[in-house]
């Protein structure tokens, strides 16, 4: 038991540098990079121009890293909460449009219209970064134009959720390699996005499924189980009281 106690202690140590690290250094990051823009422009000679350019891709990239893996770090253990996943997928997507829209790729958004709220079992804010890690992907693999399809369905008691792009797609060995720590295929990836999705829907005892064509797309179908159902006419009867 003694043991059992040490270790949780230091889990917990770690994860509140996790969370301190993606709190902390991105400020000091994104005002270093603002400078060294500056450096890089005007009168810099060639040589220094090039040593700018090499100093924005690994401040870059270390804003990356955070961004894939450290965004949602928790201190101590997993919270489990309900998820509104209908709720979590809007956020997620509006979150995603700007980026999108940047990049000339539409979002559509369906979501299975029965009255109902499907409620997951989770952490709220990682199932909110695993959305946005997959959706970014997606518009990472399109080129400039192209639709992204965000889908809500359910069968029995599993909530599927399928993210659909029409992007490069994927080799069989690409696949298989999915999830893998540091495996990217892009010049600034970090390779850490879909590891750190994948356990979080493990986390949720949920699976994620991929299908891939090379050249046509790709689509992401995560399967979470249901554990609740809430009536949408009795919350938004709710709503209109708190108003
Ligand atoms: P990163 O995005 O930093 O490369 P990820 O772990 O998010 O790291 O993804 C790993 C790799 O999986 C990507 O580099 C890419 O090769 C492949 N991949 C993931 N999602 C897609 C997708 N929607 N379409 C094509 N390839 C993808
Ligand atoms: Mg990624």
Sequence with gaps: ?????????????????????????????????????????????????????????????????INDYLTFAKPAFDIEENININEEIQHAVNVIIPLANMNGIQVKLSLVDDHHYYVAKGDRKKFQQCLINIMKNGIESMSNHGEIKIHLNYEGTTIHINIQDEG??????????????????????????????????????????????????????ILLPVSSMSDRMTQDTHFTKMV
């Design 1 to 65: 038991v003694l043991q059992k106690l040490v270790k949780a202690e230091k889990l917990q140590i770690v994860s509140h540098l996790a969370a301190s690290i993606s709190h902390e250094v991105r400020n000091p990051l994104t005002v270093s990079r603002g400078f060294i823009q500056m450096l890089s422009e005007g009168e810099a000679t060639q040589a220094r121009k090039e040593y700018a350019i090499i100093a924005l891709q690994e401040l870059d990239r270390a804003t990356e890293v």
């Design 168 to 221: 490069t797609g994927m080799t069989q060995e690409q696949i298989d390699r999915l999830g893998e720590p540091y495996f990217t295929t892009k010049e600034k990836g970090t390779g850490l996005g879909m590891m750190v999705s994948f356990s979080i829907i493990k986390g949720m005892n949920g699976n994620i499924h991929v299908t891939s064509e090379h050249g046509k797309g790709t689509c992401f179908s």
